[in-house]
């Protein structure tokens, strides 16, 4: 249960890790996707060199790690990438964007799949509130419109939510491979990112303030929140961490409302209390177990 406990922590840190990525994203400016991906990426491998390092364990271990790990590790970080930016740029953000955060939905779906994990109908009932909080946040006025000369994007947006959440649900089944072994996904990701970037895209020379904040990118959210989200799904209840990721965008939300000319709306509200709602739907047994211990 402590080891539960942990996991649910770190996957909790991801997630609000995770809620900074819209306000630095607006502060690197002009930097291309793919560019600030690889810039993000290639911190994050010094941060799981570091964590080799504080361990002591030798940097030659990563090449002991499975090659099917290696495939699945690759496939979620740099497959979610590659199929969420090219979702953006081949339909309208607000429909590539609910589309995408369908990922945290199908993390809770399925999870039933997993050896010992029972889906029972509060997870359901509570991801599928936070799937519609999301839905309010990402279409500002609560419409939304498929049109057929977009449907390439909405694949994309598709297959990121499926490859994210397949790469979150499988990591589950890997718990003996170490998390260190994310420093080596990190690494494929930022080497694959920049070859996108030099096929696709065109480079920009960031400003100081720019790299900056994609420096930070890489410390949190596009980067070292993989780590700990890696021991979250490894180790905690991975239906509540599925239901809490709805978090994800409110929480961005609120920041880019503080620090931005962003302004708060009943929307936005409406969103909250059935993110809130869902949540605590999802992560019902969690809290009576919690409420239990202390009684």
Known sequence: MHSEKRGNFLGITAILLWATLGL????TGDIPPFEL????????SFIGVIMLKVQRHSFSLLFKVPWYAWIIGIT???GYHF??????????????NLLNYLWPLLIVLFSSLLPNEKLRWFHVIGAFLGLIGAFLLVSKNGSLALDSQYTAGYIFAILAALTWSSYSVISRRLAHIPTYSVTGFCMAT???SLLCHLAFEQTVIPTTAQLLAAIVLGLGPVGGAFYVWDYGMKGGDIKVLGSLS???????????????DALMTSTIVIACVL????????SKEMLLNMLRNKS
């Open 24 to 27: 630095f994203t607006v502060l």
């Open 275 to 282: 993110i809130v709602c869902g949540s605590l739907i999802s």
């Open 76 to 78: 979620g970080l740099f």
């Open 246 to 260: 709805y978090f994800t965008p409110l929480l961005s939300t609120f920041l880019l409302i503080l620090f931005s």
């Open 190 to 192: 930022a080497v694959l």
């Open 83 to 96: 199929f969420y930016f090219f979702a953006i740029k081949n339909a309208p953000a607000v429909e590539a």
């Open 37 to 44: 991906v690889s810039i993000s990426f290639f911190v994050a």
